[in-house]
């Protein structure tokens, strides 16, 4: 090699590199999260499972649901929703609780949480029962009319 030859990379070979680097970086990052959003999906419908069940336990004690998701809410003989469900979950994004309503005589209900994508393989692998496609016709607080976004339950 002579003095005047300097080894090194060129311009072109670097910033070959750093697209290559910054398309997997893109790549993995769409996959994170999308991840994230079926996790928050998954945890959605595993939520609504489990206040349907505290429900479910409620409704044989005291022969009606609760009027709201609240864990001071009771019956006749002091038993309380807190006697089921310890904390009440919520949406995992926006840490509200999820849309419940009961029909006026408290022997019907619907429990409602919007995911963020089109879950249908998740929805079928973790409910035994297809989700509620339909609004009944006393609910009038929110709509279960779109099955793809919505999961609805009401009692088993």
């Not at 309503?101 to 409910?127: G, I, M, Q, R």
């Not at 779109?146 to 009401?154: D, I, K, R, S």
Request: hydrophobic share 40%; proline share 6%; charged share 15%.
């Amino acid at each position: 090699m002579s003095k005047n030859q300097k080894s090194g990379f060129t311009l072109i070979e670097l910033l070959v590199v750093i697209a290559i680097i910054a398309i997997i970086t893109a790549v993995i990052i769409t996959s994170i999260l999308s991840s994230r959003i079926k996790a928050r999906d998954a945890r959605r419908v595993s939520d609504v499972n489990q206040i349907q069940l505290a429900l479910e336990q409620f409704f044989d004690k005291c022969h009606a649901y609760p009027v709201s998701l609240s864990l001071s809410a009771n019956c006749t003989g002091g038993t309380t929703f807190s006697n089921f469900i310890s904390v009440i979950p919520q949406d995992p994004s926006t840490h509200a609780l999820y849309d419940y309503s009961t029909n006026s005589t408290h022997t019907d209900y619907v429990l409602h949480a919007a995911l963020e994508s089109n879950s249908d393989a998740l929805l079928d692998s973790l409910s035994s029962d297809p989700p509620t496609p339909t609004t009944p016709s006393w609910l009038s607080a929110f709509t279960c009319s779109t099955p793809h976004f919505e999961y609805c339950v009401g009692p088993k």
